[in-house]
């Protein structure tokens, strides 16, 4: 049916532009984090996990009413916004662990080698915590694409897969609504078992 596959392809959006959005946040305020020695970096931890320790029912009013108060209109682009701000934490976490295992000597070897910031990030950085990155940016879209209630205060005139097929589920189960639910059982299954994989391995190499 056209209309599912409209909301499929707004959820693939959302999904993809929460993930990108919140990998690149995540990871700078991970970094900062474990960089810093001010004291104001526990509040940011604090901020960064209040959204995602709250009811999605209280953060996606609280945005709700953040947005009219700003005059935003709800659209596909609040919704990333909410969102990212709800995952962020999950990926900032995830990025963090990562980066606390990493010695402080490597980047500082590549400072005296002669890299640059940009230098250093790309061939030394980046390539030790890049599994973390597509862990996190994996799990994020997985939550993305299943998230119901942050999006329903957050939506505008359109509409994404889940909340396409609430509404239709309410009318009682067609064939599109059966194989759309069962779509969603095996995408989300496949991010699953891929992030699974994934840890797997990269916790195998740990131990060898």
Known sequence: EKQILESLLNSLYVGSVT??????IGFYFANYYHTSRGKMKELLQFIIFLPFLLPPIITG????????EIGLPRSLNTVVIGHTIFV???????ILNKLETLKSSLM??????????????????LPNIKLSLIIAGLLAFTISLDETLIT?????????WPIK????????????????????????????????????????????
Do not use: H, P
């Not at 009013?61 to 009219?68: A, M, T, V």
């Not at 962020?88 to 995830?94: G, M």
């Open 19 to 24: 993930v990108i959005c919140s990998v690149v």
């Open 61 to 68: 009013l609280s945005l709700l009413i953040f947005f009219r």
């Open 88 to 94: 962020l934490a999950i990926v900032f976490k995830i």
């Open 108 to 125: 500082e070897s590549a400072y005296d080698l002669g890299a640059s910031k940009l230098q250093a990030f790309w061939y030394v950085l």
């Open 152 to 160: 329903l205060f957050l939506i505008g005139n359109d509409t994404t």
């Open 165 to 208: 097929l609430w509404a239709k589920m309410r009318v009682g189960f067609s064939k599109q609504v059966n194989a759309s639910v069962t779509l969603i059982l095996i995408l989300t299954s496949f991010l699953v078992l891929l992030i699974a994989t994934i840890v797997s391995r990269s916790e195998k190499r740990i131990m060898y």
